[in-house]
């Protein structure tokens, strides 16, 4: 959903939809919500940080997945070093 949002012609819609489907999709566990909440409770005054970026970060908690993301200010607070810069 957050390639999604980025896009901003069809083209780029066509393209964020492409490399989307080159990936398998993995549900929300009601657990990724609640810790995602506690989350956003200890960390929301000091972290501007948006609540699908929580989810995010739960999600990646749970699986003891590596993040590559180009937003190492969210989430290196949230998830250490599971958050990597690609490039």
């Not at 990936?23 to 919500?33: A, C, G, K, N, Q």
């Not at 997945?65 to 607070?77: D, E, I, M, Q, S």
Request: hydrophobic share 50%; proline share 2%; glycine share 4%.
């Amino acid at each position: 959903m957050k390639v999604i949002q980025g896009v901003r012609n069809q083209e780029e819609l066509r393209k964020a939809s492409a490399l989307l489907s080159l990936f398998r999709y993995i549900d929300l566990t009601e657990m990724d919500v609640q810790s995602a909440m506690t989350m956003q409770l200890e960390a929301r005054l000091r972290l501007n940080i948006g609540v699908v970026d929580y989810l995010v970060a739960a999600m990646t908690l749970r699986l003891d997945a590596t993040l590559y993301t180009r937003n190492l200010k969210h989430f290196t607070p949230l998830i250490g070093a599971l958050a990597i810069q690609p490039y």
